[in-house]
């Protein structure tokens, strides 16, 4: 599993580090998405399955 995020869809809603912390951050620069691990276990795929479908913007996606 990868997960792809577009920083310039991003509006920094922040619900995917509020959901998953150990995988999503924002940036203190301008808040958007930081993807601590890009690639996560796959015990994360529920967790991270969650955070890309509570994304408002649409920004976040995930590869198998």
């Known amino acids: 599993m990868k997960i792809n995020a577009d ?3 991003c509006i920094g ?3 995917c580090a509020l959901s ?3 995988v ?3 940036s ?3 808040g958007t998405v930081v993807v601590l691990d890009p690639e996560p276990p796959d015990s ?5 399955t969650r955070a ?3 994304c408002p913007s649409g920004a976040l996606s995930v590869e198998e």
């Open 28 to 30: 203190e620069e301008d």
């Open 7 to 9: 920083t310039d869809r």
């Open 20 to 22: 998953l912390p150990e």
């Open 52 to 54: 890309v479908n509570l």
């Open 24 to 26: 999503f951050d924002q």
């Open 44 to 48: 994360m795929k529920t967790g991270v």
């Open 13 to 15: 809603a922040g619900m």
